[in-house]
T-cell receptor, first 109, second 116 residues
Framework: DAKTTQPTSMDCAEGRAANLPCNHS???????VYWYRQIHSQGPQYIIH???NNETNEMASLIITEDRKSSTLILPHATLRDTAVYYC??????????FGAGTILRVKS | DSGVTQTPKHLITATGQRVTLRCSPR?????VYWYQQSLDQGLQFLIQ???????AKGNILERFSAQQFPDLHSELNLSSLELGDSALYFC???????????????FGEGSWLTVV
């Protein structure tokens, strides 16, 4: 599975959009981009995933660049409860998810 | 609530002992995954089962073993426990055994294991 690079940490003001970047320059054509988050030792929570097109669900939006070498997870109106570690994962038919260090997002009031 | 159930939630045991962690996957899911999360290692994939058969193996120690039963629940057995085995153990499940839009992996809330 392709490797991903994420910033170690980010801060966001409550009520503002949180934009979390991820680089995956070695992604192959049939690899998906998945995002999960982990709130303080709880189980990782699925957020969203995509292949080529931008995706949106009730939690977030995922913007994937045309060359698919990077993506951005957008939390449109961050709340204090969104403070968590966010993981960007590229996944092929290798059934497992390989977690990196992720981005620590701190939402501040 | 992801639908993945893990028991026990907390467990304290002594070095050298053996414990069994149990996982019930989401209804209809055939794949079960086990992960270990310790403070210094992050989330590490241990092993995956698909419909009772081992599908993929990660950094699982020889002292650890797992199985998936015909009713699809899974157990992770940890033996000859050492202090360094203290960690959060997560179970996850998915419908199938490969990647793709219909195969999102959902995690349970974990089992805290403390070895003293």
């Amino acid at each position: 599975d392709a490797k991903t690079t994420q910033p170690t940490s980010m801060d966001c003001a409550e009520g503002r959009a949180a934009n979390l970047p991820c680089n995956h320059s070695t992604i192959s054509g049939n690899e998906y981009v998945y995002w999960y988050r982990q709130i303080h030792s709880q189980g990782p929570q699925y957020i969203i995933h995509g292949l080529k097109n931008n995706e949106t669900n009730e939690m977030a939006s995922l913007i994937i660049t045309e060359d698919r070498k990077s993506s951005t997870l957008i939390l449109p109106h961050a709340t204090l409860r969104d403070t968590a570690v966010y993981y960007c994962i590229v996944r092929l038919y290798g059934n497992k998810l390989v977690f990196g260090a992720g981005t620590i997002l701190r939402v501040k009031s | 609530d992801s639908g993945v159930t893990q028991t026990p939630k907390h467990l304290i045991t002594a070095t050298g002992q053996r414990v069994t962690l149990r996982c019930s996957p989401r209804s209809g899911d055939l794949s079960v995954y086990w992960y270990q999360q310790s403070l210094d290692q992050g989330l590490q994939f241990l092993i995956q089962y698909y419909n009772g058969e081992e599908r993929a193996k990660g950094n699982i120690l020889e002292r650890f073993s797992a199985q998936q039963f015909p009713d699809l629940h899974s157990e992770l057995n940890l033996s000859s426990l050492e202090l360094g085995d203290s960690a959060l153990y997560f179970c996850a499940s998915s419908v199938g055994g490969g990647a793709g839009p219909g195969n999102t992996i959902y995690f349970g809330e974990g089992s805290w294991l403390t070895v003293v």
